[in-house]
């Protein structure tokens, strides 16, 4: 019989314990970086102010000519995120498949590890994804709205290089995750890199990438909204000029529609996983 005592003691208590106390220590010396000061948000003074200016906010604009205003804008939004995501397809499936080791011949005759020279082939790939997705959307915005000029031309772009890297690496490590047997067994018997993943590796794959795809095209309808304050058009550009008028029913509504497109984005995703399962 076992001892008590022993049953009731944790042996993960002290791992636990250490683990937590170094995560405590790494993160004092990020807060005291960041100068975070809870104490002065919660000061009386700047509790008033705050409520003051969220005051401001009711109750939402709802007049016809900002209606139609804001519907523009928001196609507009839509519009910028469904076409930069679309370039940014174009980009990311051809990229994944020539960076994934999923469909490698070589891995055939080497228990599904390719030779060195083919994952030296695909480095420059997996190198280019890298580039395209480490300068963040707004940054690449702030680029195209000096070289294009202001309007949603440059947050389409901005959208389509970033998320082509992001797409391209994750696609590329969806097509990895699956079976590798019926690719292989199509490979082995003669057939197209091509048809192999058409018929072993994306049908396995399919609802992961909807999943994250559905997923993007919503953080890219935040993207948008975002670099409309650089001059990238859409609800963003709206936003800071009725912030700057301190009109803050018009920026209520605009709050309220932009919940209403994540809820959009969200219900659409689990729809079409729904469907394809």
């Not at 104490?39 to 705050?50: E, F, G, R």
């Not at 936003?239 to 994540?262: I, P, Y």
Request: glycine share 8%; proline share 5%; hydrophobic share 55%.
């Amino acid at each position: 019989m076992l001892n008590p005592e022993l049953t009731r003691r944790d042996p993960a208590a002290l791992p636990r314990l250490a683990l937590t106390l170094l995560a405590v220590a790494l993160l004092w010396p990020g807060i005291r970086l960041s100068e975070l000061d809870l104490p002065v948000l919660l000061a009386s003074s700047n509790l008033s102010t705050m409520g003051q200016f969220l005051s401001g906010f009711w109750p939402p604009e709802h007049g016809q000519e900002f209606l139609a205003l804001l519907f523009k804008a928001t196609l507009e939004t839509l519009a910028i995120a469904t076409a930069g995501m679309t370039l940014a397809l174009l980009i990311a499936v051809p990229g994944a498949l020539l960076a994934t080791r999923a469909l490698s011949i070589s891995a055939l005759a080497r228990g599904g590890r390719p030779a060195w020279w083919a994952q030296a082939l695909r480095w420059p790939v997996r190198g280019l994804l890298i580039v395209l997705r480490s300068v963040p959307e707004i940054v690449w915005a702030l680029l195209f709205v000096r070289a294009v000029g202001l309007g949603p031309t440059a947050g389409v772009l901005a959208i389509a290089i970033t998320y082509s890297g992001m797409l391209g690496k994750v696609y590329a490590e969806i097509f990895e995750s699956v079976d590798p047997l019926p690719t292989r067994a199509l490979l082995g018997a003669g057939s197209s890199r091509l048809a192999a993943f058409a018929y072993a590796v994306l049908p396995q794959a399919a609802s992961e990438m909807l999943s994250y795809t559905v997923y993007r095209w919503e953080c890219a309808i935040r993207a948008s909204v975002v670099m409309g304050f650089v001059g990238a058009g859409g609800l963003g550009q709206q936003m800071d000029l009725s912030m700057r008028m301190f009109a803050g029913g018009e920026v209520a509504s605009m709050l309220l529609t932009f919940l209403l497109l994540v809820l959009l984005a969200d219900l659409l995703s689990r729809v079409l996983r729904e469907r394809l399962t």
